[in-house]
């Protein structure tokens, strides 16, 4: 005797609910304001909007263009010239990459304990930490994300072991990295610090390395460039983040920055890769290779 199932319709379909998240990632408020858009009441698009992150994410792991790994060996050729061809002094270096940290606002949690883990005393607000690594071409290629606000930049990198993998890369393809004065470059020669004020700690007796220092200081900016671009592209992370410890908060700190890296790779409109990959230079069939 055959039995008939009845399920209950989906309410959205899946091409809906990539619009959704991709909607989701692109403006800034209450996610109420989606209900009159999709046609469903707040909870089950809640509920949809997690349950099509993890699918995302799923995706974008499995596609070449959005992963976060560490480059092919012609890549780091590729990335030292590129630094080189803008800053002569940190080509002699084989500088290859910058690093930089920066912080999202995230709830208050409920407890005085979790509190203070959250908790920045320099800024005065509560904040998830994260450390990127970008590459002259814009893309992130390493990083370190959704730590609690209260840890340094460089006890965030000790403790994701981005220090060893840099050093890995340090090693394997002699390149050096760009950084500010908060990471720690003491037995890490493969670290260039920058400085606001170079005359302070640069010996003036030999200008060589005062060079260096001041090209350091100028490139360091581009993983500046790269924080403004994570945030533009995703207004979404500019809100304060919804404190929880589910693993949803995880899960959006794992999707945005492949999404970053998708989106520069094929949409290519990006600050760093347009400093140091001028559009000008590139042949019209290279844009239709991207398409």
């Not at 304990?113 to 509560?126: A, D, I, L, P, R």
């Not at 037995?187 to 060079?211: K, L, T």
């Amino acid at each position: 005797r055959k039995t008939s199932k009845v399920c209950r319709k989906r309410s959205l379909t899946s091409p809906a609910a990539l619009v959704l998240v991709l909607m989701w990632s692109r403006m800034r408020g209450a996610n109420a304001t989606f209900t009159l858009l999709f046609g469903v009441t707040l909870p089950r698009l809640n509920m949809w909007l997690c349950f099509s992150l993890r699918v995302l994410l799923l995706i974008l792991r499995k596609e070449p263009a959005a992963r976060i790994q560490t480059p092919p060996p012609e890549y780091f050729e590729l990335f030292v010239n590129l630094i080189a061809a803008r800053y002569s002094n940190l080509g002699r270096k084989r500088v290859a990459v910058a690093i930089d940290g920066v912080k999202f606002d995230v709830c208050k949690p409920g407890t005085n304990e979790k509190q203070s883990v959250f908790y920045n005393g320099w800024t005065h607000g509560h904040y998830i930490s994260n450390v990127f690594v970008f590459a002259p071409n814009g893309t992130i290629v390493a990083m370190v994300i959704n730590a609690p606000g209260a840890l340094h930049d460089s006890t965030l990198m000790e403790m994701g072991k981005l220090y060893d993998k840099m050093e890995t890369w340090a090693n394997d393809h002699s390149v050096q990295m760009v950084v500010h004065s908060a990471f720690q470059c003491i037995d890490r020669p493969y670290f260039i610090r920058s400085s606001q004020d170079v005359a302070v700690i640069c010996d003036n007796d030999d200008p060589g390395e005062y060079a260096v220092l001041a090209d350091a200081t100028s490139a360091r900016q581009y993983a500046e460039w790269g924080m403004r671009g994570f945030r533009s592209s995703f207004p979404c992370i500019n809100d304060r983040i919804r404190f929880e410890e589910r693993g949803e908060q995880m899960l959006m700190m794992q999707c945005l920055p492949r999404l970053y890296n998708l989106r520069c790779n094929f949409v290519g409109i990006n600050q760093i890769r347009n400093y140091f990959l001028p559009a000008l230079l590139k042949k019209a069939e290279d844009f239709n290779d991207t398409l």
